[in-house]
Nanobody
């Protein structure tokens, strides 16, 4: 079955950086659009950024200019580089793979931004 495994979360101070990775297996990675979502306690899951199979990107307004999504099709991996982190970025970050009506989720990785 399809697996999406996130890594790279942790505790970071405000203003710091983290890079999240999501390794995909058992899918034809190159045809899938990939995305990062996040969910903070008490909030709904929201889109952070996504990247199409052609490499076009889209970002939530709250992260534009600070976060960068990228993909390495040779490694079946999507990344989220997060800079200038703020306490309000604290959330569980989830990886998503989507192709037509097919969609898959990872189990998430926790990012905590705190001094």
């Amino acid at each position: 079955q399809v697996q999406l495994v996130e890594s790279g979360g942790g505790l970071v101070q405000p203003g710091g950086s983290l890079r999240l990775s999501c390794a995909a297996s058992r899918i034809i990675f190159t045809i899938y659009a990939m995305g990062w979502y996040r969910q903070a306690p008490g909030n709904q899951r929201e889109l952070v950024a996504n990247i199409t199979n052609g490499g076009s990107t889209n970002y939530a307004d709250s992260v534009k200019g600070r976060f960068t999504i990228s993909r390495d099709n040779a490694k079946n991996t999507v990344y989220l580089q997060m800079n200038s982190l703020k306490p309000e970025d604290t959330a569980v970050y989830y990886c998503n793979a989507r192709w037509g009506t097919l969609g898959y989720w990872g189990k998430g990785t926790l990012v905590t931004v705190s001094s």
